[in-house]
């Protein structure tokens, strides 16, 4: 390893670093505060309706649990009891501010306590960390990554603490973490049961028990809420996600190229290669609670094909330890130069590095510009005057395309009457604008029939019934059986084609279309409206088989 490093400008020292990353974090973070994903009105829903007394659950009666964080949902059951939804957003993403802060620095203590030889090195981590655009949208997203994140980092540090000092208390400080890390985030379950057990085997040592009880107790009483609640282990978005082994990798190792990767470039493995080449030469057991993580989240990564959001939120989570993985990698870097001059080849060396520091430097800074340039055309931010109000009205949040879903909700409100149910795929915004209208989620995540249905459309995760919910087959037979009142889907996302828009059956006569322009294109919004007093053979074929 390389001796501690000798830099004696007080401009770089840790504190200073840290500093200069949070203004960066917090600039990026104050440009898109009022971005937020869709999919966090979801889990709004369901605490509005435990608020109303109805429990958790999408419509009344119907439980099924379509959210992915237990955690961020009792937090926004609390919020909600107090605030207006709106409101509870903006809180959330204000916490979403605080905790990026406080995940730099626990970076930058994740990067010293892996370099204990090269402090200087680590100091940098935050700065590493601070100008991925894909961080700071993720904590202000208003979804549960900013929760995740700072908790598994926690989790990380504290367990490598416990490994170097060999101490009971930081291993049940750890333990805690790492229970609500795994109540926020599922996939994060596996990390501390396989570091332990890796730690025992080289150790020959079991772990402690105060600390196991305090990591399993919960866990155990989770799944027995879930089998009483919902009647299921599993939450239903893990079958209404399931994607095909072989589209769903290719799908993963794309998704992975372009967030775990410096620059988004072939150029940009070096770092990554040679930060695995760094701690393979460790050989440290200090160095296992940020080596499980990485490879649980590229393999769950793979398995679910990535993340259908554009802030990275799947990367999101172990951002602060690849971040501590580049920090390795220059430390990696520099030892293999000073070993390369010992040879006599110290000319070449240094420009052969020279020349290979400033291309990288410059592929990063254009993928970082490039990014920022991307997200700038989008009217995200206001004023300062509109950050800093916690009410402000849902037009004004940017919702992925927030005016077809606004658009959508608007036309459900004119047209379904209250207690009717309409069949669409906008389970966030929609319904929680429409709270007397029951809704049948055509994706399945918060419907559990129709996430366990076949579907041409599975390979892109969940069973999306836009095309073939006229179509016969079990899908068609299940809609029968429901009876929506009304149809409203948004057409042309992700470049669908627009063709079947006028299609019509029997039970459903098409009620009109009507064009949205956002910020991320030209959408179409089809409708359809159930023929009253009618009847197909198919609602007895579905009534027989759901029964």
Not at 182 to 197: F, H, Q, S
Not at 204 to 219: F, H, M, S, V
Not at 254 to 275: K, N
Not at 345 to 367: H, K, R
């Amino acid at each position: 390893m390389l001796q501690p490093f000798t830099v004696k400008s007080k401009f770089l020292s840790a504190p200073a670093l840290l500093i200069l990353a949070s203004a960066i974090f917090l600039a990026i973070a104050f440009r898109y505060f009022n971005y937020v994903e869709d999919d966090v009105f979801i889990t709004m829903h369901y605490a509005q309706n435990f608020v109303r007394g109805h429990g958790w659950v999408i419509n009344a009666g119907e439980r099924v649990e379509g959210y992915t964080s237990p955690l961020h949902l009792w937090y926004l059951t609390i919020l909600m009891r107090f605030l207006s939804p709106d409101q509870a957003l903006f809180a959330t993403k204000v916490l979403g501010c605080i905790l990026g802060v406080v995940v730099l620095r626990q970076s930058q203590m994740l990067a010293h306590l892996a370099l204990p030889n090269n402090r200087r090195v680590g100091d940098w981590c935050p700065l590493l960390l601070a100008v991925q655009p894909a961080f700071a949208l993720s904590m202000i997203n208003g979804l549960e990554t900013c929760f995740a994140t700072a908790f598994l980092t926690s989790g990380v540090l504290w367990s490598m603490r416990a490994i170097v000092q060999e101490s009971r208390f930081s291993q049940r400080i750890s333990a805690l973490f790492f229970t609500a890390a795994a109540l926020t985030r599922p996939e994060i379950m596996l990390t501390l049961p396989i570091i332990w057990g890796l730690y025992s085997w080289r150790k020959r040592k079991l772990p402690d028990p105060i600390a196991c009880a305090i990591y399993a107790l919960p866990l155990i009483a989770l799944f027995c809420f879930r089998w009483s609640y919902y009647g299921a282990i599993l939450p239903n978005t893990y079958f209404a996600k399931q994607i095909p082994l072989d589209v769903a990798v290719p799908m993963g190792f794309s998704y992975c190229f372009d967030y775990m990767v410096p620059g988004h470039s072939w150029l940009g493995l070096a770092p990554t290669i040679l930060g695995c080449i760094g701690v393979l030469r460790m050989r440290s057991l200090r160095i296992l609670p940020l080596l499980v993580p990485w490879l649980i989240q590229i393999a769950f990564v793979l398995r679910a094909g990535g993340d259908w959001m554009i802030d990275g939120r799947f990367y999101a989570t172990v951002s602060p330890l690849f971040a501590v993985l580049w920090c390795i990698a220059i430390v990696t870097s520099i030892s293999m130069v000073a070993w390369l001059k010992t040879k006599g080849t110290a000319s070449i060396v240094n420009i052969g590095c020279g020349a290979f520091a400033i291309a990288l430097s410059g592929v990063v800074a254009a993928d970082t510009i490039r990014t920022l340039t991307q997200l700038s055309k989008h009217s995200y931010l206001h004023d300062l005057a509109w950050v800093m109000q916690p009410h402000a009205p849902y037009e004004r949040w940017r919702v992925g395309n927030p005016q077809g879903f606004l658009r959508t909700s608007q036309w459900i409100s004119q047209h379904a009457q209250p207690g009717e149910t309409v069949l669409t795929t906008e389970m966030g915004l929609v319904p929680i604008q429409n709270p007397q209208i029951r809704f049948i989620d055509a994706c399945g995540l918060t419907d559990t029939t129709i996430a366990r249905l076949p579907g041409y459309r599975r390979g892109r995760g969940g069973v999306m019934a836009v095309h073939e919910w006229m179509d016969p087959g079990p899908l068609n037979d299940y809609i029968e059986f429901r009876k929506p009142d009304w149809v409203v889907f948004m057409w042309d996302q992700g470049g669908e084609p627009l063709t079947g828009m006028d299609k019509s059956s029997p039970t459903y006569q098409p009620s009109g279309t009507y064009a949205v322009q956002t910020d991320f294109g030209h959408f179409t919004v089809a409708t359809w409206r159930r023929i009253k007093n009618t009847s197909t053979t198919n609602t007895i074929t579905a009534r027989a088989e759901l029964h």
